[in-house]
T-cell receptor, first 114, second 111 residues
């Protein structure tokens, strides 16, 4: 079956702009999580959605937001981009059950802010 | 969440077993030990998880000490493709819908 699909793979934006990243989970998976990975901070949790509801949120400013659609696809948006937002943004999907056997990650979107 | 401690790096010879240690001395009874790995420029990949019994799958074995304060991930026959950063994560079996990644162990498999 198809894996987690993230688009676009690479993106270059200018400070002050906004950006929207997309994630299509594995078919049947209802939970989608987003992570930010930078060399300095490592992998950090942004937020998690299940059935269009945000269930958990990490410690990021309000410029970072997300949503999930009825088909479980998810988008995350970053407004007023800063240079420090340059990172690899990873999406992960799971069935959403408590006893799931792990999250499946996509290959990520590499965002560069100039 | 319980914290984990892993060595920053380790080398392994191709074809030999790689034993990756992880300390989680503050783990509580309802917390699982998960292992993920991240090969350069890819998303993390789930390897295995366990609660208190040893576990084995097609990728690796997980050995958890009886007091559950530490664990070891074993890659039985390391290949060059196993070169990656390996993350040991403690996760509660509750409504905690996130993974808390540490710095992990950078494993380099050498020919």
């Amino acid at each position: 079956k198809a894996g987690v699909t993230q688009t676009p793979r690479y993106l270059i934006k200018t400070r002050g702009q906004q950006v929207t990243l997309s994630c299509s989970p594995i078919s049947g998976h209802r939970s989608v999580s987003w992570y930010q990975q930078t060399p300095g901070q490592g992998l950090q949790f942004l937020f998690e959605y299940f059935s269009e509801t945000q269930r958990n949120k990490g410690n990021f400013p309000g410029r970072f937001s997300g949503r999930q659609f009825s088909n479980s696809r998810s988008e995350m948006n970053v407004s007023t981009l800063e240079l420090g937002d340059s990172a690899l943004y990873l999406c992960a999907s799971s069935l959403g059950e408590l006893t799931n056997y792990g999250y499946t990650f996509g290959s990520g979107t590499r965002l560069t802010v100039v | 969440d319980a914290k984990t401690t892993q060595p920053p790096s380790m080398d392994c010879a191709e074809g030999r077993a790689a034993n990756l240690p992880c300390n989680h001395s503050t783990i509580s009874g309802n917390e699982y030990v998960y292992w993920y790995r991240q090969i350069h420029s890819q998303g993390p990949q789930y390897i295995i998880h366990g609660l208190k019994n040893n576990e084995t799958n097609e990728m690796a074995s997980l050995i958890i000490t009886e007091d559950r304060k530490s664990s070891t991930l074993i890659l039985p026959h390391a290949t060059l493709r196993d070169t990656a950063v390996y993350y040991c994560i403690v996760r509660p079996r509750s409504n905690d819908y996130k993974l808390s990644f540490g710095a992990g162990t950078t494993v380099t498999v050498r020919a």
